[in-house]
């Protein structure tokens, strides 16, 4: 009996250790203090880099009804260190929990710190790191990030974490911005043939902005006032092998993403011109749902291309009164007339790809692998110094779905006589 | 051996022979073949499988012969008492280091991906006495549970691998034969191993409700496990491209990506404990085959008993590399190579002494008697 009893006891006594020994990993939210946006830039020492964090409190906003943290929603704090893991400890000194990464949204760099060729080993910390998830996403900003994220104040999203969460999704939604993840960051750099385009974006107004077409600003251009923040989200910044070489503009970020497969977009408000008198501009919802048909023939001296792009197009004004709903020979030349505009724009943009920025900005390489049987024989073609040469051509496979909801607007109405 | 509570039947033993040799695809076997093929290593599992197909389909044909005999019976009555020892004895060591440095490298897993500060002793500690528990059950209780677990993980990997799909670009696996076919060839016969565990598996014959069922159940469980490796390895290059080359674990770091849809992230939480679960299943029958060989080998009946002493062996081997590198890159590779083209030869040897004395004419004659 005796022995039963020890044996029992210590079997208790085992499996309680069994079960601590989970705690080992234990952490409290509590004690945890979540950098939301990391910020990276040149620091004045050498080989040293500027940390911006941008600490988020979980407390505020959690309560519903009463209750609620007067506390503020967010922390931002910058200081120098050698690398953004080690500045975890250093965080510590000013900062009272534990800094995790763990949900870190955002890493904004610099703009001059993104076309520095060092910035890519700095980047590549991300990767070691245990916390950091690929699904982040990279950005660059006009000024110092340490100024991005303080004068970045949204007014009503005031909890960081789902300020940029929303941002960024709608942001890629409208196409504006490319989806630029981490996980594409270091897969277009490791893969070494084709350029990341990271989101552009300023927490500062421009100086007397000029007014352009809705897609064709960049950050900082947008003419935006009102009782509202000034953080703009539009634009890509251009990275060949992980180093910044250009930025696009809103509307090339917008004909990319729409190439892209890759990439979700899901609501692209346009304008295009009307081809009917007036010369004004239709207002179209272009919507993509089957993948590009890509063709190339890469045995001559001079590759040839060939994109076929399925899209589909909604028709949300009709600013010169064209009747669509009896004759089809307008539709056709409203069709005819989207076709053409779209394809001038592609033209533009691959030339744009192929002479200034020497590769295409985004996964096209992978496409022309299958022309090949072993990757040697790819590595003979030599994508890098042939896309600038190849002839590339667009077929814009465009289906009107829909030509509006009202099929008449009144006639004599407001119209400029 | 009739009043034994049961035997393990068809289903148990395809879930355990798929638990261990699918469980391949979420630990590092994908490096090891990686640096060589690039992205035609999805091509691997199969001509691979295809390779071992022979060997073992020779040793399989060879056990037939004798009526619910395992493997160490077999091949000592073969091959004479002292060369079979000898043979016997070096399945026994090979199987033994692969045992200790594959839990190493689940326990780096578990380190670097879920625990990072607790110790890797600890870690290792309990990997390896709830196994020895698991194991000491008998390998009845291993081929229950893992039957009862069967459809969650691999229900749980095939939702994983699916929801990878999303950030995918199927042309990736382009260009088609990756660094040239005669190369994969060559790794595909260097790297058999993955279906290693088969060879092992013909221990269990006794154990086995039929001759009939061991090897319809080895035959489903091996072309099951070629598919879902090789699948899950294509995956991974459609997934991650060339960046599958740096990654040591791409099935820990895809669960860590991936999302259902944009409410639900983080979902390593999910699968974690369900390959967990996988991970005990599977070094629990390991350590279970691996006592009954030294059990077989020093003639020791209740080998059983013998299951917590082995496994504490075993976590010494384990612990002597220093770092995850050590036993990944340096020691993980050489074993897979020498393990597969070992396993492969001894089988092929079995069959053509049983050829060549003649057991397979006499088995003519008997049945035509």
Known sequence: ?417 | MENQPGKLGIREYSAIAIFMTSSKLTDDTVALIYNQLQNASWMLPLVSGGIFFVPLFLLLKTLTLYKNKNLFTVVQQILGKHIGFIVCLLIFVISSTALSFDSRAYVNIIRSFYFTTTPTIILYAILMSVCAYGARKGIQHIGSVSWLLFFYSIGAIILALFLCLKDSILQSIFPIWGSGKLEILKQSSLKTSIFADFFLFTLLIPYLTSMKDFRKGTWISYAFSMILISGAFMIYIVLFDTSVAGLGYPFHTAIRFISIGNFLSNVETLFFPIWLTATFIRFSAFLYLCALMFGHLLKIKDFEFLIPSLATVYLLIGIIPDTPFDVSLVIRSKIVNVAGLLFASISMIVWLTAWLKGEFKHEKNKNSM
């Open chain 1, 1 to 417: 009996m005796k022995k039963t009893k020890i044996v029992c006891k210590s079997l208790l006594f085992l499996a309680t250790v069994f079960l601590l020994s989970g705690c080992w990993d234990r952490k409290e939210l509590e004690d945890r203090a979540y950098v939301i946006g990391l910020g990276l830039d040149h620091s004045k020492a050498e080989d040293k880099i500027k940390v911006t964090m941008l600490i988020g409190n979980p407390e505020v906003g959690s309560v519903q009804g009463g209750g609620g943290s007067t506390e503020k929603p967010r922390e931002i704090l910058s200081f120098d260190a050698n690398d953004f893991l080690s500045a975890k400890s250093t965080a510590n000194v000013v900062i009272s929990r534990q800094i995790s990464y763990d949900l870190l949204k955002i890493i904004v760099v610099s703009e001059e710190l993104a076309k520095d060729p060092k910035f890519v080993t700095w980047i590549y910390d991300a990767l070691r790191d245990r916390e950091i998830r690929l699904n982040a996403h990279l950005a660059v900003s006009k000024e110092k990030p340490s100024d991005y994220f303080q004068n970045s104040h949204p007014k009503m999203e005031t909890r960081p974490h789902k300020y940029f969460d929303y941002m960024i999704e709608h942001g890629i939604d409208n196409g504006l911005i490319p989806d630029s993840t981490l996980f594409r960051f270091f897969k277009t750099t490791n893969r070494g043939t084709d350029l990341f385009l990271a989101m552009y974006t300023t927490a500062k107004k421009g100086k007397n902005p000029e007014i352009k077409s809705e897609d064709e600003y960049t950050a900082g251009q947008l003419n935006a006032t009102g009782e509202i923040d000034h953080t703009q989200f539009i634009g890509s910044a251009v990275f060949k092998d992980g180093v910044m070489i250009d930025k696009l503009n809103g509307q090339e970020t917008r004909l990319v993403n729409i190439l892209d497969d890759t990439t979700e977009i899901r609501e692209i408000l346009a304008t295009y011109k009307d081809p009917f008198p007036d010369n004004q501009k239709v207002a179209v919802r272009i919507m993509k749902t089957e993948n590009n048909r890509v063709e190339m023939n890469l045995k001559g001296p001079k590759p040839k291309i060939h994109i076929t792009l399925p899209v589909q197009f909604e028709i949300l004004t009709n600013p010169s009164r064209t009747d669509y709903a009896k004759s089809k020979k307008n539709q056709e030349i409203l069709k005819k007339s989207l076709i053409d505009q779209t394809e001038t724009l592609y033209e533009y943009l691959f030339k744009k790809t192929q002479t200034e920025l020497k590769g295409a900005p985004y996964p096209l390489s992978i496409y022309s692998r299958k022309y090949f049987g072993t990757i040697e024989e790819f590595k003979k073609f030599n994508w890098v110094k042939s896309y600038p040469e190849a002839d590339i051509t667009v077929k814009a496979d465009i289906q009107i779905i829909d030509y509006g909801k009202v099929s008449k607007t009144p006639k004599g109405k407001g119209k400029a006589s």
